[in-house]
């Protein structure tokens, strides 16, 4: 059974650090897994992601530098640790995991409120 489970969200002030967790189950190996946003009345956008192919880290100019994604095999969790954090990076976070013709799965989302 595939399942996704994020954690982690909250409030925290400009400038601030935040972490979330991803519990990952019932998800191949060879799966892309990684997180996305959706602001209100904004578009859900693509932060990160591992590559199910070579494992290779890619990340949106908008959080290059400032977030780091990680993924612990023996835990199954998927990890996004957030830096410098600003008003602009309110949003719901989703952990999602895809492959083209295989599946495209998603967590419930946890929200992250930047504000002083």
């Known amino acids: 059974q595939v399942q996704l489970v994020e954690s982690g969200g909250g409030l925290v002030q400009p400038g601030g650090s935040l972490g979330l967790s991803c519990a990952v189950s019932?998800?191949?190996?060879?799966?892309?897994i990684g997180w996305f946003r959706q602001a209100p009345g904004k578009e859900r956008e693509g932060l990160s992601c591992?590559?199910?192919?070579?494992?290779?880290?890619y990340y949106a100019g908008s959080v290059k530098g400032r977030f780091t994604i990680a993924r612990d095999n023996i835990k199954n969790t998927l990890y996004l640790l957030m830096n410098k954090l600003q008003p602009e990076d309110t949003a719901v976070y989703y952990c999602?995991?895809?492959?083209?013709?295989?599946?495209?799965?998603w967590g419930q989302g946890t929200q992250v409120t930047v504000s002083s």
């Open positions: 999602n995991a895809y492959k083209s013709g295989r599946g495209d799965y």
């Open positions: 019932g998800i191949p190996d060879y799966f892309a």
């Open positions: 591992i590559s199910g192919k070579d494992g290779g880290l």
